[in-house]
């Protein structure tokens, strides 16, 4: 039996130090996980003992039930402000079938960027038209993909799409012009993507004459134009200069605004909630941008982060300054730390919360193969689990097979029933591609 733990903005001064520290935690974790009778984790209403007993190590879980309500949260939240609106998942941030299937039974649109997002989403039953394209360079074979498969919406992010569209369409194809407006928000230069000099998008006075030859195009339909500034971005001002930015380009039937919302990972981090964001871009759509409008909004990250934990076996503990916890998986499964250098907190998954300082390392010959350095452990021995919360976003995306690692399974939990949506990859699958 799960025991709920209330998570309330700060702890009461009745509290013993150990429940404000199991309180402060679980609220990096998928709303509604819970402490067991004998002080595990419970995701999903699933024990972690038993996924791990039933799926191994490392494993990715995802809470459905978590994942749905945010969906709804997006959707509802936007609806609500703004009637002609659409919410489209960025789906590099997990892009597996499974998810793709859920978001879409959820009412969601899709973005996907390339031709192997487009594939999966496809086989998730994602309707084409709900599709949104992406791509900074994008091939004439993925554009191909689109087309054929009858993607509703191609982002225009460069002329060479022109070119190729052009030559592919032959009925007609609805486009938008990606801008990028010289925004530069205050996240990790790697996910900052509105910036002069970006790779992304054109710039104002390039996205002006991409619309005059749009405009005169017999088979690209011009609906709109595209903006997107950023990732982990933890304010909401920038995403208000970005509207404006892109409303003096003129009238359109479309305003694409974009992803970008911060996701909580810490406990520092303080980003604005679903609806603290989406009031900053209807309020600046309200002064700039037609009533009659329609509104998309890509949200990524902040769709997906809490959803996900990933459970890890303490394979050793080597003492010394730092002491060294080392766990069977790490930047084969989780590469944010290493290329953004991205803070995740951490939890032996049957002492939650408390302790003292270790370095959570994983298992490759590399010394960037750091999880989290000086993480809080409550007396980590060999064969513990360990929990990192906040692992639903880009860890599915950038896993890799670095020393040979196998790339873990996703495992959906919802009412207590868990089940594998992605296996662990198989010794045969490293050999599979290979000739002789």
Request: glycine share 12%; aromatic share 6%; with cysteine.
């Amino acid at each position: 039996m799960a025991i709920p733990v209330a998570r309330p903005a700060t702890a009461g001064k009745s509290q013993t130090d150990a429940a404000a520290s199991h309180e402060a935690l679980l609220g990096l974790f998928p709303p509604g996980t819970a402490l067991g009778e004998d002080g595990e984790l419970v995701i999903g209403g699933c024990a972690v003992t038993d996924l791990a007993a039933r799926f191994g190590t490392p494993a990715l879980v995802v809470d459905e039930a978590a994942l749905r309500s945010r969906a709804r949260c997006y959707a509802d939240g936007l609806a609500a402000r703004w009637a002609n609106s659409r919410v489209a998942f960025a789906s590099k941030a997990f892009p597996c079938t499974a998810v793709y299937r859920l978001l879409a039974e959820e009412g969601l649109s899709i973005d996907v960027a390339g031709g192997g997002e487009l594939t999966l989403a496809l086989a998730g039953g994602v309707d084409p038209a709900s599709l949104v394209v992406h791509g900074n360079a994008k091939t004439e074979d993925e554009l191909r993909m689109a087309v054929e498969a009858g993607a509703g919406l191609i982002v225009i992010d460069n002329f060479d799409d022109i070119d190729r569209l052009e030559r592919l369409v032959t009925d007609e194809q609805p486009v938008l012009v990606r801008v990028t407006p010289g925004i530069r928000p205050d996240t990790h230069a790697a996910v900052s993507t509105g910036q002069e000099g970006s790779k992304f998008g054109l710039t104002l006075p390039q996205a002006r004459a991409a619309i005059a030859r749009l405009r005169a195009s017999s088979r690209l339909r011009l609906d709109g134009v595209h903006v997107h500034i950023g990732s982990q971005i933890l304010d909401t001002e920038p995403f208000a200069r970005a509207v404006e930015a892109v409303a003096g380009l003129g009238t359109f039937a479309v305003y694409d605004l974009g992803g970008g919302l911060g996701t909580r990972y810490t406990y520092e981090d303080r980003p604005p909630t679903i609806g603290e964001y989406v009031d900053t871009l209807v309020a600046a759509a309200h002064r700039t941008l037609p009533a009659d409008a329609q509104l998309i909004i890509e949200p990524g990250r902040s769709m997906v982060a809490q959803a996900g934990v990933t459970l890890y076996r303490v394979v050793t503990v080597k003492r010394g300054k730092p002491t060294f916890v080392a766990v069977d998986g790490g930047m084969g499964d989780n590469l944010e730390v290493a290329l953004y250098g991205q803070r995740f907190e951490a939890t032996v998954a049957t002492r939650v919360g408390g302790g003292e300082p270790y370095h959570l390392v994983g298992r490759h010959c590399e010394s960037g193969d750091v999880l989290s350095a000086g993480v809080p452990l409550r007396d980590p021995r060999p064969g513990d689990l360990i929990a990192v919360p906040v692992t639903g976003a880009y860890c599915f995306s950038l896993s890799n097979n670095y020393n040979g690692a196998l790339r873990p399974p996703v495992v959906f939990c919802r009412d207590g029933e868990a089940r594998a949506v992605v296996r662990r990859e198989t010794y045969g699958d490293l050999q599979r591609r290979d000739r002789p």
